[in-house]
């Protein structure tokens, strides 16, 4: 089972491999082991959560997360306008399993990478609290509470549209780490799936 992925958006080139020369030496201070793949991707598995501000946890239900370039970013599709300038550059940070204690961890990785990187956070789709039951992912009750619910959190948020398969436009959530920040201390957190 795989489990949530955000994107981490930069608004100056970098090459990966720079990316990683940074950030690599921090993951293996609280990951281990950290592997490089062939694609040049970055597969770890977080074994102290301290490094990231939180307690400990079982890492028995803990899967494998990755790090790698998202090659999508910046899309054609997708609508820029909220920001001064669009990205130029996508990282993906990824958790390979699901359930409460990946999306937490995915959620603090992705705060302090953001902040290292100097990155708004891409969450991949529209937040909200937990969906109803019959929720479709792309209707209007759902962008109500979507609206309703982070509306009353600190930080920016934007939405961000883009064309669906269907030939039509939806919308993802961009964040910044003071939004991201206060969205992991609320008690429907959750990333997309």
Same mark, same amino acid.
């Given at each position: 089972? /795989?489990?949530p992925?955000?994107?981490?958006?930069?608004?100056? $080139?970098?090459?990966?491999? +720079?990316?990683l020369?940074?950030?690599?030496?921090?993951?293996?201070?609280?990951?281990?082991?950290?592997?490089?793949?062939? +694609?040049?991707?970055? +597969?770890?598995? @977080? &074994?102290?959560?301290?490094? *990231?501000?939180?307690?400990?946890?079982? $890492?028995?239900?803990? !899967?494998?997360?990755?790090l790698?370039?998202?090659?999508?970013?910046?899309?054609? +599709?997708?609508?820029? /306008?909220?920001?001064? &300038?669009? $990205?130029?550059?996508?990282?993906?940070?990824?958790?390979?399993?699901?359930?409460?204690?990946?999306?937490?961890?995915?959620g603090?990785?992705a *705060?302090?990478?953001?902040?290292?990187?100097?990155?708004?956070?891409?969450?991949?789709?529209?937040?909200?609290?937990? $969906?109803?039951?019959?929720? #479709?992912? =792309?209707?209007?009750?759902?962008?109500? &509470?979507? =609206?309703?619910?982070t509306?009353?959190?600190?930080?920016?948020?934007?939405? @961000?549209?883009?064309?669906?398969?269907?030939? !039509?436009?939806?919308?993802?959530?961009?964040? #910044?780490?003071?939004?991201?920040?206060?969205?992991?201390?609320?008690?429907?957190?959750? *990333?997309?799936?």
């Amino acid at each position: 089972m /795989s489990g949530p992925a955000v994107g981490l958006w930069l608004f100056e $080139p970098r090459g990966f491999a +720079d990316i990683l020369a940074e950030v690599v030496p921090w993951l293996e201070t609280f990951c281990e082991p950290v592997e490089t793949k062939a +694609d040049g991707d970055v +597969d770890f598995w @977080v &074994r102290d959560g301290s490094a *990231l501000g939180l307690p400990a946890f079982d $890492p028995a239900g803990v !899967g494998v997360f990755f790090l790698s370039e998202d090659e999508e970013i910046p899309a054609e +599709d997708e609508d820029y /306008s909220a920001f001064s &300038r669009p $990205p130029v550059q996508g990282l993906i940070v990824g958790a390979g399993c699901s359930g409460p204690v990946n999306h937490m961890l995915l959620g603090h990785l992705a *705060l302090a990478l953001a902040r290292r990187l100097d990155a708004p956070v891409d969450f991949d789709g529209l937040l909200s609290s937990r $969906p109803a039951e019959g929720d #479709d992912t =792309r209707n209007e009750a759902v962008l109500t &509470r979507a =609206r309703a619910l982070t509306s009353a959190l600190p930080g920016r948020l934007s939405e @961000v549209s883009y064309d669906t398969w269907g030939g !039509g436009r939806w919308l993802r959530h961009v964040g #910044d780490a003071a939004f991201l920040e206060a969205w992991l201390q609320h008690p429907d957190f959750h *990333l997309v799936k």
